[in-house]
């Protein structure tokens, strides 16, 4: 029998994605992006929240997607009929994007410096959470449907955004949804989290969500030259 | 769900450490995993076992150090224990708490021939 030795590591299982997340960080700030992760459970809203928001910006700010499902490109294909260019990601068995996966798709869509870049995750409430994209912020939106206990349940999702909309609002009459309850709990899990609420159906409460999303935009893209200086001499 | 694709990046750490450090079969896997690491145990001992198959840790016993939620508790300005992200500070009740630990994940250490 040969004799076993210990090899001490410390090694950080999740070591790799961060690191691809770093380098798309860095890509995204050299370049001026403002880069959003949307995360929820299935069917809450993402992709015609998306899409009401990029009918309503792309005449003002230069836009992309990337998409992420398990299966179909049928979210990309509904991006794609506002006129904004979309990339769809199918992770296969795969329940969250990664940053390596990011990456790729970044390099396929080529988008514009100073743009701004919506990724819409898997709809998984759990899984996206550990998984960096190299993003600015994590948006959470959980739709009114699916009941205020559920930042209590899914605490590491939202203590990561540093947004959350709560989408939907349109339904409220119609439900038992205490949607004062659903925000003290998004604030017990996370205090320093923005909430707003939205309907994509309505429009209500869309100005001020895309207003953040404006200011943001203007924050990451000020870094960049106005114009393109010339060279002296 | 995603405990398999954690699994595969432990056999990737494996793979290139077996190169590194020249090994070729591993005897045991120690894991620490934070509370608040978003981890199923079960579910990741389940994937360990599916995704070493015919790696050089396919047999291999894993460890697994679950360690505590940690918090800082602003009202009493000490390290308090917690099992929740949302969990009230046990000593004042407050909820002005900032989560200083158990988002942790890592291979502490391989034993290896
Ligand atoms: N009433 C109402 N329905 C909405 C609203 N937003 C989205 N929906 C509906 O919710 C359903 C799911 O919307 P999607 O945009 O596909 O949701 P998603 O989060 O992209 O879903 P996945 O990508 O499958 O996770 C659709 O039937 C939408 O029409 C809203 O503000 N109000
Ligand atoms: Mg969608
Ligand atoms: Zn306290």
């Known amino acids: ?233 | 769900m995603h405990e398999m694709a954690l699994c595969e990046s432990i056999r990737q750490i494996i793979e290139e450490q077996a190169g590194a450090q020249g090994f070729t079969r591993v005897e045991r896997v120690a894991l620490d995993v934070g509370a608040f690491s978003g981890v199923e145990v079960e579910a990741l001992r389940f994937g360990f076992d599916v995704v070493m198959r015919g790696s050089l840790a396919e047999t291999a016993r894993l460890e697994i150090h679950q360690s505590k939620g940690q918090g800082w508790c602003l009202p009493c300005a000490r390290e308090v224990e917690i099992a929740q992200r949302y969990d009230a500070c046990p000593h004042c009740g407050s909820y002005q708490m900032q989560v200083t630990g158990g988002e942790n994940l890592s291979i502490r250490e391989l034993e290896v021939f």
């Open chain 1, 1 to 233: 029998m040969s004799q076993t030795r210990l090899i001490q590591l410390e090694a950080d299982i999740l070591g790799k994605n961060n690191g691809y997340a770093q380098a798309n960080c860095a890509q995204f700030a050299r370049d001026g992006m403002f880069v959003l992760n949307l995360v929820s459970s299935p069917g809450s809203g993402k992709t015609t929240l998306l899409c009401k928001t990029l009918e309503a910006l792309k005449d003002t700010l230069d836009l992309a997607v990337i998409e992420g499902d398990q299966q179909t490109s049928a979210d990309a294909d509904r991006i794609r009929a506002t006129g904004v260019p979309a990339i769809q990601v199918n992770t296969g068995k795969g329940c969250h994007l990664d940053a390596h996966m990011v990456g790729h798709a970044v390099e396929s869509l080529k988008p514009a410096k100073g743009s701004v870049l919506l990724i819409e995750n898997v709809g998984n409430l759990v899984c996206p959470a550990g998984f960096d994209l190299g993003e600015a912020h994590k948006v959470a939106i959980l739709s009114v449907t699916e009941g205020e206990d559920k930042p209590l349940k899914y605490p590491d999702m939202f203590a990561a955004s540093d947004l959350v909309l709560l989408n939907k609002v349109d339904l409220l009459p119609h439900l038992d949804f205490d949607i004062e309850e659903a925000e003290a709990n998004v604030r017990r899990v996370n205090p320093r989290a923005r909430v707003l609420r939205v309907s994509a159906r309505s429009g209500e409460g869309m100005e001020a969500w895309m207003q953040w999303l404006k200011g943001g935009a203007m924050m990451a893209s000020a870094t960049l030259p106005a114009t393109a200086p010339l060279a002296a001499e």
